[in-house]
């Protein structure tokens, strides 16, 4: 390919694909100030609605004053060409039949000719042209017809003024003259005469008319115009009226929204507009009311249980003394009370642990936590947190199958608050497993890793995906739990997750098992757009659907 040649037409390329892109842009931007400005769209459809009525308007008038000014102009061109007529009769009728035709016709021409104030001829209906035409079948081929401007006259018109019994016809017809076309009225009638058959034809220039509809017509359009603008204007000005309170009414609703709850609106005058911002205020205050409830309220409930789980540990302090040196002791109790004190050794951990997860999670809704990131590699967390799980795993039934990268996993965590999180989703996984694998797998890319916890146990039911990071809640309260958990595993990691800047997510299905993601930055304040993983296990999809990621050989197996 000669560069020379191609260089113009790439840059023919280049220059359509940008006219192309700014034309997109700018139509975007327009259907979104179209979507977002209700004076926009309010000014835009009055002025389609105000052009279509004037436009119709308009014509309607154009067509009015066209009519009338024609109608006028025929009443007066037929009354002249009357007058006309008697001029040739009487001009017609006092020549020697034995004169050439030419003559009398032309005699009869000037005489109309003369008988105006100027040389073309002028009356009620303005200037003329008159014109003598003689049809007899005898009159011979090299003889004169006319007299005037013949060609001006349509034959379509001639032959209707000789088969019809009016004796007065008019047609409007536009013929070249000079290079210029020129639109007359022509009145077409019969003159009685004894010695020949002469029509008489009078054609009215229309150049007058013509003018008086111009200026009508550009009357009509700058009318248009300025009434059109006008009316933008006067629409604009309204709409501005009623879309200015409106607007501060939604600044105000999105300051109060973002926190600021002694935001108002200023009331002015006593208008529905008014009334609007009053009916605004009243409700500001009553949620800002409920709101200051329901934080004290809250604050109340955080103190109480934060207070309570402090009181309560030092009492779990001498139970659990006590219950330490009864189990030392066991082998000497019969076999019931010996069962009864490892059930109570048992009962004191969950209850410590209940008081510890209340501690935390009253922290978390007070926002007194930090988070303390350092730079530390996932796998090993992930390792730490399968191995806290083994016992329950290896009691319960299921093995645990990991599946990690091969290269480092590093990411800027807190390590303790991930660890927890991997523990509690694989306790929770195990717990409703039934004794089928569990499996943990993990991803990264440049701004996000992600770790999945799948089971193939029981499932979620619908709507149930959204419920399990409430606080307390069970799917099945019947169900035996492995892990003798507190109800708080799920809530304090989802807060966790939050805590890191990432995100935990839930997917289950009656009988499939359940899935749980937790996507976290591999850098603090740096935002990821997608999850590496998908929600939906690569098992569940259907085969129509392709698998994003593909199917890694699983790296350990813990039975």
């Known amino acids: 390919m000669n560069p020379a040649a191609s260089g113009p037409g790439q840059w023919l390329v280049r220059t359509a694909r940008g006219l192309v892109a700014a034309g997109r842009r700018r139509s975007s931007a327009f259907s979104e100030l179209w979507r977002r400005s209700l004076q926009l769209r309010v000014v835009v459809s009055t002025l389609a609605l105000g052009s279509a009525v004037i436009f119709v308007l308009g014509m309607v008038l154009q067509n009015q004053i066209t009519e009338r000014l024609l109608a006028t102009k025929e009443e007066a061109a037929i009354a002249q060409t009357r007058i006309a007529v008697q001029i040739a009769e009487r001009e017609l009728g006092g020549t020697s039949p034995f004169d050439p035709i030419r003559d009398r016709l032309n005699s009869a021409l000037n005489k109309l000719t003369s008988s105006s104030p100027d040389q073309s001829g002028a009356g009620s209906a303005g200037a003329f042209e008159p014109v003598l035409v003689n049809d007899a079948p005898y009159i011979a081929p090299s003889d004169v017809r006319a007299a005037g401007p013949y060609e001006s006259i349509p034959q379509s018109l001639r032959d209707f003024l000789l088969n019809t019994s009016n004796r007065t016809v008019s047609q409007i017809y536009t013929v070249d003259r000079n290079g210029e076309r020129v639109t007359y009225l022509i009145v077409g009638v019969t003159v009685a005469t004894a010695n020949t058959a002469v029509q008489l034809y009078m054609l009215f220039p229309l150049a007058a008319e013509q003018r008086t509809i111009g200026v009508v017509q550009s009357t009509l359009v700058v009318g248009g ?291 749980f993601r937790l996507t976290l930055p591999r850098n603090q304040g740096v935002q990821y757009e997608d999850s590496p993983l998908p929600l939906l296990p690569l098992d569940a999809r259907p085969m129509t659907q392709p698998a994003p990621l593909p199917i890694s050989v699983p790296e350990e197996v813990y039975p």
């Open 225 to 515: 115009l300025v009434l059109l603008l006008l009316l933008a204007g006067i629409t604009n000005l309204v709409t501005r009226q009623v879309v200015l309170p409106v607007r501060r009414a939604a600044r105000a609703a999105e300051r109060f929204a973002d926190g600021e709850l002694g935001e108002r609106m200023v009331v002015a005058g006593e208008d529905d507009v008014a009334r609007l911002a009053e009916s605004y205020n009243e409700m500001a205050a009553s949620i800002e009311r409920q709101i200051r409830q329901l934080e004290d309220f809250g604050q109340l409930q955080r103190r109480f249980t934060s207070d309570v789980s402090h009181e309560l540990r030092t009492p779990l302090t001498t139970v659990r003394m006590a219950a330490d040196v009864l189990h030392a002791s066991r082998a000497q109790f019969p076999a019931g009370l010996a069962r009864s004190t490892e059930l109570l050794v048992d009962e004191l951990d969950r209850f410590e642990s209940l008081l510890g997860d209340l501690l935390e999670i009253s922290r978390l809704d007070a926002g007194v936590e930090e988070l303390i990131a350092e730079h530390a590699d996932l796998r090993a967390i992930a390792r730490r947190a399968v191995e806290s799980v083994r016992v329950i795993a290896r009691n319960a039934g299921s093995e645990i199958v990991l599946d990690l990268p091969e290269g480092d996993a590093i990411a800027e965590v807190e390590s303790r608050r991930v660890e927890r999180i991997l523990r509690n989703l694989l306790a929770n996984a195990i717990d409703h497993g039934e004794g089928k694998p569990v499996e943990l797998r993990m991803v990264l890319d440049e701004n996000a890793v992600a770790v999945t916890v799948r089971d193939h146990g029981v499932g979620l039911r619908t709507g149930e995906a959204d419920l399990v990071f409430n606080r307390f809640w069970r799917a099945d309260p019947s169900r035996n739990r492995h892990t003798g958990g507190t109800g708080l595993g799920l809530a304090i990691s989802l807060e966790d997750a939050r805590l890191h800047g990432g995100g935990l997510d839930a997917w289950g299905e009656p009988g499939e098992g359940a899935c």
